[in-house]
């Protein structure tokens, strides 16, 4: 009988199952987010579960999901499946990338290593955040030789902007994935009913203060008068002494830290992001460039009349603007717009193995995973990164066998339809 992921992981639990063992994380996200919520502090879930305004657009992207049905057809002879599919020049054993994830030391201590070491376990590319805690050079000695993307912040200095695109092709990344819908940062309260942003402790930003053209800016500034001195104040001095490269006393007596933690905040990214600034990134660039945030089919028309190599439909996971529309939702509106040849991912509520499925129905090609994988880093490290891969993967496959579907190319839109009732 044949053994895709999804039966080897079934066979993994159950056999484990029959000596006393549970598996490191739940297999279901329901229980996964509990776990996580219960393993995090207050800051670390505000920020990495919080979404902007009152949630709605976290909502809309599930709704979305929950409009939509599988077709399972019988007598196929889905047997042996192919979940595999070639990417901008990356072959993927899966449909599935990991999502760039801001501050995740804020959920585990050297959690983007975690990340690329799971990463690189599973054969799944890692989209290196461009707001990691450890620099994309020590991620990608992690990785070996496995696919590795990175995320670019488009910051207002454009000596940055090109420092960080070099070092992006010097690690070998695949592509460059430019980030366009967080030139400014959402309205999120869980964050600011704590007072809570990890940049401005110098967490989740590691790729700075790595960039010889970062700290150049950095230490030009002229740090204003000191700040009021109060015991939440020296802790966050602490935090940024301790995540700044170089010694814990000499960061301290330099006052480097806090100098960049200020360049930073001013610099990170541009509010006046256009389409004049993404035209010229095909002459900086020989890596395939893909903008991530096309929510509008006339932005998506735009993109690749740009010569743009790919697109991710995104609303940022709900975490930027409050009663967005769903991911889901517009994706298959820009899929009608550009035609089934142009590639085109999507994140934004993707949850489990049948969301990949129905996301690849309607259009996407591959899927960026978030949330999920950052909920297993929180209650199991490594492990549980890679058993939230394994888990997804296998339920994709899975839903492949009984579906009737041999290889990605057979998910198509006949295979999926509207839930009587709820309208699409």
Do not use: C
């Not at 967005?324 to 999507?346: F, W």
């Not at 190319?409 to 309208?423: E, S, Y």
């Amino acid at each position: 009988m044949a053994a895709g992921p999804g039966r080897v992981r079934q066979n993994q639990v159950y056999r484990a199952g029959v000596l006393g063992r549970r598996p490191a994380v739940p297999t279901d996200f329901a229980e996964l987010e509990r776990r996580a919520r219960k393993a995090s502090s207050r800051t670390a879930w505000a920020y990495v579960a919080g979404g902007a305004g009152l949630g709605r657009t976290m909502r809309n992207n599930r709704e979305a999901f929950d409009r939509w049905a599988i077709v399972p057809r019988m007598l196929r002879g889905a047997a042996d499946r192919d979940l595999s599919r070639d990417l901008l020049g990356t072959r993927l054993p899966a449909p599935i990338l990991l999502a760039p994830v801001g501050a995740g030391q804020l959920m585990a201590r050297d959690s983007d290593l975690h990340t690329a070491r799971a990463a690189a376990a599973t054969g799944v590319p890692y989209v290196y955040t461009n707001q990691g805690g450890t620099p994309m050079e020590d991620a990608a000695a992690a990785m070996g030789d496995s696919p590795r993307w990175f995320q670019l912040y488009w910051s207002t200095d454009e000596g940055l902007v090109d420092s960080l695109i070099q070092r992006a092709e010097a690690i070998g990344a695949g592509a460059l994935v430019i980030t366009l819908d967080t030139t400014v940062l959402g309205w999120r309260p869980q964050d600011l009913n704590l007072g809570s942003l990890p940049f401005a402790r110098g967490l989740g930003i590691a790729q700075y203060t790595s960039d010889p053209r970062f700290r150049s800016l950095a230490a030009e500034r002229v740090l204003e008068n000191p700040a009021e001195v109060t015991l939440a104040a020296v802790r966050s001095l602490l935090t940024m002494v301790r995540n700044h490269p170089g010694g814990f006393l000499d960061n301290l007596r330099s006052g480097r830290p806090r100098a960049s933690v200020e360049t930073f905040l001013d610099i990170y990214s541009n509010p006046r992001l256009s389409w004049d600034h993404i035209a010229t990134v095909r002459e900086r660039t020989s890596l395939p460039v893909v903008l991530k945030g096309i929510l509008h089919p006339d932005d998506a028309r735009r993109a690749f009349e740009l010569g743009m190599d790919a697109i991710v439909v995104s609303n940022h996971g709900g975490r930027q603007v409050d009663s967005s529309i769903a991911a889901l939702d517009a994706l298959i509106q820009v899929r009608e717009a550009v035609g089934p040849e142009k590639t085109v991912l999507m994140d934004s509520g993707i949850r489990s193995g049948a969301d990949v499925f129905t996301a690849l129905a309607l259009g996407a090609d591959a899927v960026l995973l978030g949330r999920p994988y950052m909920y297993g880093l929180a209650v199991a490290g490594q492990r549980g990164v890679e058993e939230v891969i394994a888990n997804v993967i296998a339920e994709l496959d899975l839903t492949m066998a009984l579906t009737g579907v041999t290889d990605l190319a057979g998910i198509t839109r006949d295979l999926v339809q509207p839930v009587p009732g709820r309208a699409v």
